[in-house]
């Protein structure tokens, strides 16, 4: 069975300092998608990032970035120039290819400190 | 284009009483998926749905919990007898039929109270 493993339950930092979240995964797949989620206060899910396994390259969009480090089954999330806003929880998930159920973390919930 | 709709956002219930919630998919989604929120806890998948048929319920408890997606209308997720335990956010979250059919993109969800 897929675990997802957050370690760090709560972090803080200054507002436009960068910020590493960290995932690790455990799977048999060879062909798989990892996610980053948002939860703010609001408790909406939001999609912040999308990495298929078989790409090497990291995925990006804007100030989040993905360390995946394939084998090694670490997947972190790179916050830069943090903003109030980034303030929430923030989810790591793993799918299997053509599955249908996303497999969560605990979370980690991030403060940014004005 | 309106993303995934979920009514009603609060929902409080006593103990024994049944709890429905539903889940519009976006515009031209045809997967539902529902999950399960505990307090300080990540998602846990229950069910997941395509119009009229339930595909993977490996997630959903054997008894009191059903769920559905008819022809017509919005999928229902159905807790017959709530009890204190149930007190929980579902998430429903629906993804295309083909194209990115891999993401899944959430409701705001519904929060039940059991009181």
């Known amino acids: 069975a897929q675990t997802v493993t957050q370690s760090q339950p709560e972090m803080s930092v200054q507002e436009a300092e960068t910020v590493t979240l960290s995932c690790t995964y455990d799977?048999?797949?060879?062909?798989?998608?990892l996610f980053w989620y948002k939860q703010p206060p609001s408790r909406q899910m939001i999609l912040v990032i999308r990495?298929?396994?078989?790409?090497?390259q990291n995925a990006t969009e804007n100030r989040f970035s993905v360390n995946f480090q394939k084998a090694a089954k670490s997947f972190s999330l790179k916050i830069s120039d943090s903003q109030l806003g980034d303030t929430a929880m923030y989810f790591c998930?793993?799918?299997?290819?053509?599955?249908?159920?996303?497999?969560f973390g605990k979370g980690t919930r991030l403060h940014i400190l004005p | 284009n309106a993303g995934v709709m979920q009514n009603p956002r609060h929902l409080v219930r006593r103990r024994g009483q049944e709890a429905r919630l539903r889940c519009s998919p976006m515009?031209?989604?045809?997967?539902v998926y529902w999950y399960r929120q505990l307090p300080e806890e990540g998602l846990k998948f229950m069910v997941y749905?395509?119009?009229?048929?339930?595909?993977?319920e490996s997630g959903m408890p054997k008894e009191r919990f059903s769920a559905e997606f008819p022809k017509e209308g919005p999928s229902i997720l159905r807790i017959q007898q709530v009890v204190r335990g149930d007190s929980a956010a579902y998430f429903c979250?629906?993804?295309?039929?083909?194209?990115?059919?891999?993401?899944?993109?959430f409701g705001p969800g519904t929060r039940l109270t059991v009181l």
């Open positions: 979250a629906s993804s295309p039929q083909t194209g990115e059919a891999d993401t899944q993109y």
């Open positions: 799977t048999s797949e060879s062909n798989y998608y």
């Open positions: 990495q298929e396994a078989y790409k090497q």
């Open positions: 998930a793993f799918m299997k290819h053509r599955d249908d159920k996303i497999i």
């Open positions: 515009k031209g989604h045809s997967h």
């Open positions: 749905l395509q119009k009229e048929n339930i595909i993977d």
